[in-house]
């Protein structure tokens, strides 16, 4: 069995678009500049595409230094700096974050119609199993495999991209589902350790080139992908995972698994 790297993407905003890169580095944290940024309510609470759908619709990219996100016919462009650092959460689990200013929550405001301000992560978060992450729900990196989606869309009466279940690494030559029965990818020295199954919400259903949300694939999968974990039920497609060996991923990067 080979099995290969065939995407890599990175989310600079979180629950905005992604990055498709050819090659990444991989940290403690997930792959660089991934959930570095988030858009909150102005009482800090974080603000997804389950509340926001119009978040897909934005498409950011970050090398470091510069920020740029467009949306439709306008892009915003600038280089954050050091500012003073506030409280902020990701699903009631406090964290934190430097504001990035007025004139940027107002390019956001104005176009995601809604009162919102954009931070940058700060700090160190850690979360369960011993992992460090940004502004990601669980674990720093998902991993969805090309043959489970064609399994999917085999199911669907009309298919669907990749980009609709917005993982980090997507690997080719583990089966359908395969991801599910192997608890370590290897690269070299980089090394993933697939912790649990991905339990998939309403964001799937929205259509990241339109913001618009349906009712499929979360009914199709509802009826084949429903599980429990660690006493929680829930449509799983895809796995999370924290890095345990780090440095660079390349797409056509071989992969031993296990």
Same mark, same amino acid.
């Given at each position: 069995m080979t099995v290969v790297v065939r995407q890599l993407n990175a989310f600079p905003i979180k629950s905005a678009g992604g990055t498709s890169v050819g090659e990444a580095e991989l940290l403690a944290t997930g792959l660089r500049y991934d959930r570095e940024f988030m858009v909150i309510r102005p009482d800090g609470r974080h603000l997804s595409q389950r509340e926001l759908p119009g978040l897909a619709l934005l498409r950011p990219s970050f090398d470091g230094v510069k920020l740029t996100v467009q949306a439709g016919y306008s892009t915003l462009v600038y280089e954050p700096e050091p500012g003073p650092v506030r409280d902020v959460s990701v699903h009631g689990q406090v964290c934190l974050g430097v504001d990035q200013g007025d004139e940027v929550a107002a390019w956001l405001g104005e176009v995601l119609g809604e009162d #919102?301000?954009? #931070?940058?992560?700060?700090g160190l978060r850690v979360v369960k199993r011993g992992a460090s992450m940004m502004y990601g729900d669980g674990e720093p990196i998902s991993v969805l495999s090309v043959e489970s989606l064609d399994d999917l869309n085999?199911?669907?009466?009309?298919?669907?991209p990749m980009r609709r279940f917005r993982p980090n690494i997507v690997v080719e030559g583990l089966g359908a589902y395969g991801e599910d029965a192997i608890s370590r990818i290897r690269v070299g020295? #980089?090394?993933?350790?697939?912790i649990r199954p991905c339990g998939r919400c309403v964001i799937i259903n929205t259509d990241q080139d339109t913001g618009r949300r349906g009712r499929e694939p979360l009914r199709t999968l509802a009826g084949y992908r429903t599980s429990s974990f660690e006493g929680s039920r829930a449509i799983m497609f895809g796995r999370l995972g924290v890095p345990r060996g780090v440095g660079t991923l390349r797409v056509g990067d071989v992969a031993a698994c296990s």
């Open positions: #919102v301000r954009l #931070v940058r992560f700060a085999g199911r669907l009466a009309k298919p669907l020295e #980089v090394e993933i350790e697939l």
